[in-house]
């Protein structure tokens, strides 16, 4: 479950080399990749993760069914799940209706980092 975002705030003007990593960093949708870190936003602040943080990874896909004036719409969310090395979880939303983000930032986290365990764990 994810908690106390606070831990993990970025804020522009703290550290010259994190913001030199952060405007650099590649964008998927609300997410943004750098070197060494993982950006993203939530309401209006940014956050960041050390990416040698990040234990396991997978993606959510989060059908959201809505009534409209025209009739019933549906997305569909896209998110990465990061579980730490201290078990705590991280919920990253990458955007509605942005698949290709969303599988194009999953796929250079594993070419990148082949540490990282891929794939939701299997329930016990």
Sequence with gaps: MEHNL???????GNS??????YRLASSYGAVKKGEH????KKGFRW???????IQR??????AVDTKMCCGNVNFD???????????????????EGTPREAEALYRE??????????????ET
Aim: with cysteine; aromatic share 14%; proline share 5%.
């Design 57 to 62: 990874v997978y993606r959510r896909i989060e």
């Design 6 to 12: 606070k831990q993990y705030s970025y804020r522009k």
């Design 37 to 40: 870190y993982i950006f993203w």
């Design 109 to 122: 986290l594993q070419e990148q980092h082949p540490r990282i365990q891929y794939g939701k764990p299997k």
């Design 77 to 95: 969310i896209q998110k990465l799940v990061f579980i730490l090395e201290d078990q705590d979880c991280l919920e990253l939303m990458i955007g």
């Design 47 to 53: 956050y960041r993760i050390e990416i040698n943080r």
């Design 16 to 21: 010259p080399d994190m913001d030199q990593e």
